[in-house]
């Protein structure tokens, strides 16, 4: 198992907003954490990396317990946490921004270049030398990946990856992530989206008030309409 979670807690301050969350996320899987706006799933993401302060429980990645390492040594480690809010270096070239994140290879999971990401996210291949900040929010979100990937991460957090953008650029973050996880990458993405994530994940953890609600294959869930209109519907 890449990823186990087992009665994970988060506070921000006073508020408990975590309530023994569990999840498993299996090499070369893709894992949707479906929940509504405020349901949790940044929080979650958040805790995993060790980013939360205040937190309980156990996080088991690869081999190793990190539930009390700090963030650097949980990335050190393989995790790669892309935040929903596209933090790239706007003054710099797409080039530029990939070799920020060049990690050398890592045993056992995929070797990522800038030519192997052009060939996965062929929009960036065609503005190689644009800065960011004259780049699209769905060109943005792609290069915030690519550059995450350029650390050969075994396990990517993905903090919804199709937040705003035009359902063509949807279209292909799909295609993109699909590639991904044929190359053996395993992915947790938080996602609000049903139909998006029926098309890219195996299994689905569905997340309300900070409680599972929900764990399971992703085609058990579309079977339960149930589930999706009392947590998912809006």
């Given at each position: ?127 190689r030398r644009r800065l960011g900040g004259r780049m699209s929010g ?53 996602e609000q989206n049903l139909h998006f994530a029926r098309l890219i ?34």
């Amino acid at each position: 198992m890449t990823l186990r979670v087992s009665n994970l807690c988060g506070w921000y301050g006073q508020a408990q907003i975590l309530f023994e969350v569990a999840l498993d996320v299996g090499p070369g899987s893709v894992v949707a954490l479906l929940g509504r706006n405020g349901a949790g799933k940044t929080t979650t993401f958040r805790s995993i990396a060790g980013l939360v302060p205040r937190r309980e429980g156990v996080v088991v990645f690869g081999d190793q317990d990190v539930s009390r390492l700090p963030t650097y040594e949980i990335v050190r480690r393989g995790l790669a946490f892309v935040p929903e809010d596209r933090r790239i270096f706007t003054d710099l070239t797409v080039e530029e921004n990939l070799e920020v994140g060049r990690q050398p290879p890592r045993l056992g999971v995929p070797h990522w270049t800038p030519e192997r990401l052009y060939e996965l996210f062929p929009n960036l291949a065609a503005m190689r030398r644009r800065l960011g900040g004259r780049m699209s929010g769905g060109e943005q979100q792609m290069l915030t990946i690519a550059r995450s990937l350029m650390g050969n991460p075994r396990l990517v957090l993905l903090d919804e990856p199709s937040e705003g953008l035009a359902p063509k650029i949807v279209e292909d973050m799909a295609h993109a992530i699909v590639a991904m996880k044929r190359e053996g990458l395993s992915i947790l993405l938080s996602e609000q989206n049903l139909h998006f994530a029926r098309l890219i994940s195996d299994a689905a953890v569905v997340i309300e008030s900070g409680h599972v609600r929900f764990a399971g294959p992703m085609a058990e869930l579309v079977s339960h309409p149930d589930v999706y209109e009392a947590y998912l519907a809006v």
